[in-house]
């Protein structure tokens, strides 16, 4: 989810080439948001040793036992600049607002993307009488000829899905196998709202199977439920902080005073 943290520090993540192919483990940490509820989430990006794969530069799990059982991941109005935020979440409903007018119900099953570009609010509540929301929301920061471009907000409810004996994968963005195509994340008549190649699909394996495909190379047992994301090598220096993706300190500094003094031009309320 989002980060509320007072005191956030300013990240830089430095281009680099791609490493070529091997096998880390990178756990994921429990974080506090912030904020009067105290929510906490696990964070698997960005790492130390991992700040991005491709251009996907934040991965959070929220609503897990590990972080906030008992606490819903109610997050309260907050300003994004020069990202994408990637909500899927796998129970519960989240009530969605932001600045550019959308006012919607997210639920399992969908994905939601919201476009930053050169600024854009939101708040994510749970759904009252509804569980609480348990998902994982990413964040991709967009290349730095779209980081200008108006904010807006997209909701895909019908995505394409690779089967195969005892394994259904549900491709969120990019193409995956027999899925190959322009990928779900399009509106109609607009180019993709990925703009780097990107591909992210969630796996599920059926209990009692056991399926090794060579994309990801790893055997999995019954049960798992599984993320896969991958992407070129994004090619761009980028600088993080809070829920800012920018290029460079100013940048990042003149978004935070925008919000702090309530520049309604760039964060409309």
Do not use: K
């Amino acid at each position: 989810m989002s980060d509320l943290e007072a005191r956030p520090d300013e990240a830089l993540c430095e281009a680099a080439p791609a490493p070529g192919p091997r096998a880390d483990f990178h756990p994921a940490r429990v974080v506090p948001l912030g904020g009067v509820r105290g929510v906490t989430v696990e964070r698997v990006l960005p790492q130390r040793d991992l700040p991005t794969v491709g251009a996907w530069c934040f991965l959070d799990h929220f609503g897990s036992p590990a972080a906030s059982a008992e606490l819903p991941p109610d997050i309260d109005p907050h300003p994004h600049i020069g990202l994408q935020t990637v909500t899927w979440p796998f129970e519960g409903r989240i009530r969605h607002r932001d600045s550019v007018g959308s006012d919607v119900r997210i639920e399992p099953g969908q994905l939601n993307l919201m476009t930053s570009g050169r600024g854009i609010a939101h708040s994510e509540y749970t759904v009252p009488g509804a569980p609480a929301g348990h998902g994982l929301q990413f964040w991709i920061a967009l290349p730095g000829n779209r980081t200008g471009i108006d904010p807006h907000f997209e909701q895909h409810r019908d995505l394409p899905v690779l089967e195969l004996p005892g394994l259904r994968a549900t491709v969120l963005i990019g193409s995956l196998g027999a899925t190959a195509g322009s990928g779900p994340a399009r509106r109609v008549g607009s180019p993709p709202r990925a703009d780097t190649p990107l591909v992210r699909a969630g796996r599920r394996v059926e209990p009692g199977a056991a399926v090794a495909r060579p994309r990801w190379g790893i055997p999995w047992g019954g049960g798992a439920h599984a993320v896969l994301i991958g992407g070129e090598p994004f090619g761009e220096d980028i600088v993080m902080w809070w829920n800012f993706v920018g290029r460079s300190h100013e940048e990042i500094e003149a978004a935070r005073n925008d919000w702090e003094n309530r520049d309604l031009g760039r964060f409309p309320g």
